[in-house]
C-alpha cells in the first residue's frame, strides 16, 4: 500500500517571515498520480522534497500507507526522485546511471542488467545504453533519468520540475508520455510543476497551492469548472479568467450595460454590496449589451484566436481577454461589446474574503 498522506506538515525557513509550508494536509491515493502546481515560492517543491527526506518537517507528520517517514533518513523510504537538472554521473554510461542506485544497494549483477533493461525499452532507450550523459539531448537524458528511478521499483515517484529543461515542442511531448508511463507502472507519484496546463493536462488530481497553504485539491475538470477561490480562479486556466468587481442589483450583477443573472441564494453570501465576477475568455462572447473593449493585441493561435483589450469599469481600466471567431478574428484598434455567454458561465467571489459564493 502507497498511499502518500501529508497531516498537518509544515516546514519553517530561520530566514523567512511565514513557513514556506503551512500545515499541509493533503492524502495522494495509491496508484495517483497528483500534481502539484502554484507559483514560485508557493512551498510546492519543499513540500516534495519533506516527502523525500531532503528536507525536515517542523511540524506535522507524513505517511507512505501505515508507515511514519517522518523522521526516517531519505534512504530508507522507499521513494525515487527525478529532479529537473537530471542530476547524471557524467562519466559513467547510461546502463551505469540506470543502474547505479540498484548496485549501491548490494543487488547482483544479473539483477541490475535485466532491470536496466526492462526500463530501457519501456522507455525506448535500449540503443543508448553505452552512451555518456554528453552524447544525448535533453529529452534522452530526461528519459535516462526516469529510468533510473523506475528500476529501483520504488513505493513513490518524487517528480520536481522534470520537463523545465526542454524546450516546448519536447516538453508537449514528454509531458505525454510520463502521463502513459505512469499509468502503466501504476506507481503513486508526486510531480511538482509551475504550468498549469502541464498540471491539468498530466495529474488525475491537482493540488494548487499559494504562499505555502494549499488552496484547492481536486480533479482537473474540478478546479476549471468551480474554481475554490479568487487565486484559483486567476492561476488556473490559459488564457486565465478575467474578474471584474460589480455591484450587486436586484437579480444579478450589474455587468457593463446589462445585468447577468446570478441566483439570489448565491449573493446572500457576498459580504459587501459588490462581489468579485469571473468569466472564462471563451465565455465572452458578442453582445448588443454589456462592457465595451478596445482591443490591443489579437493573438491568432491557428484554430483559435484570442483578443486582449482594455475596458472602463468602475472608474477604473482593466484588461479583457477573450476567445474569438480564428476565421474572422477583429483588428487592433476595433471596438467590441462583450457579455457572459449564459448564466452558468459565471464564477462569483467574495470581494472581501475571495472564496467563491455558491
Not at 81 to 86: E, K
Request: charged share 25%; glycine share 8%; net charge negative.
Amino acid at each position: 500500500m502507497s498511499r502518500v498522506t501529508f497531516d498537518g506538515a509544515t516546514r519553517r525557513f530561520p530566514d523567512s517571515d511565514h513557513p514556506a509550508v503551512d500545515s499541509l494536509s493533503l492524502e495522494v491515493e495509491d496508484g495517483e498520480f497528483l500534481v502539484l502546481v502554484g507559483p514560485s515560492g508557493c512551498g510546492k517543491s519543499t513540500s516534495l522534497r519533506m516527502l523525500a527526506g531532503l528536507e525536515e518537517v517542523d511540524d506535522g507528520r507524513i505517511f507512505i500507507g501505515d508507515d511514519d517517514i517522518t523522521d526516517q533518513a531519505p534512504k530508507d523510504r522507499d521513494i525515487a526522485m527525478v529532479f529537473q537538472n537530471y542530476a547524471l554521473y557524467p562519466h559513467m554510461t547510461v546502463a551505469d546511471n540506470m543502474g547505479f542506485a540498484l548496485k549501491i544497494a548490494g543487488a547482483d549483477r544479473a539483477t541490475i542488467a535485466d532491470r536496466v533493461l526492462d526500463a530501457a525499452r519501456l522507455l525506448e532507450i535500449e540503443s543508448y545504453l553505452d552512451r555518456k550523459p554528453k552524447a544525448l539531448s535533453g529529452g534522452q537524458r530526461q528519459r535516462v533519468a526516469m529510468g533510473r528511478a523506475i528500476v529501483r521499483q520504488p513505493q513513490v515517484f518524487c517528480m520536481d520540475e522534470p520537463l523545465s529543461n526542454l524546450d516546448a515542442k519536447l516538453r508537449v511531448q514528454t509531458r505525454t508520455q510520463i502521463a502513459q508511463l505512469q499509468r502503466r507502472l501504476d506507481t503513486t507519484t508526486v510531480y511538482v510543476t509551475h504550468d498549469q496546463v502541464e498540471a491539468m493536462t498530466m495529474g488525475d488530481r491537482v493540488a494548487v497551492l499559494d504562499r505555502g497553504v494549499l488552496q484547492q485539491c481536486a480533479t482537473p475538470r474540478a478546479i476549471y469548472d468551480r474554481p475554490a477561490n479568487l487565486f484559483v480562479a486567476g492561476f488556473m486556466g490559459s488564457p486565465s479568467m478575467n474578474l471584474l468587481e460589480v455591484p450587486v442589483v436586484d437579480g444579478g450583477v450589474h455587468f457593463g450595460g446589462v445585468v447577468a443573472p446570478v441566483e439570489r441564494d448565491i449573493l446572500a453570501g457576498a459580504d459587501a454590496d459588490h462581489v468579485t465576477l469571473g468569466v472564462r475568455p471563451e465565455e465572452l462572447v458578442s453582445s448588443q449589451g454589456g462592457i465595451s473593449v478596445e482591443v490591443d493585441v489579437v493573438e491568432e493561435l491557428g484554430s483559435d484566436a484570442y483578443i486582449y483589450g482594455r475596458t472602463r469599469h468602475e472608474g477604473a481600466e482593466h484588461t479583457i481577454v477573450a476567445r474569438v471567431d480564428w476565421r474572422r478574428p477583429p483588428a487592433k484598434g476595433d471596438l467590441l461589446t462583450l457579455a457572459p455567454a449564459s448564466a452558468d458561465s459565471l464564477h462569483v467571489f467574495a470581494s472581501g474574503s475571495g472564496e467563491r459564493l455558491g
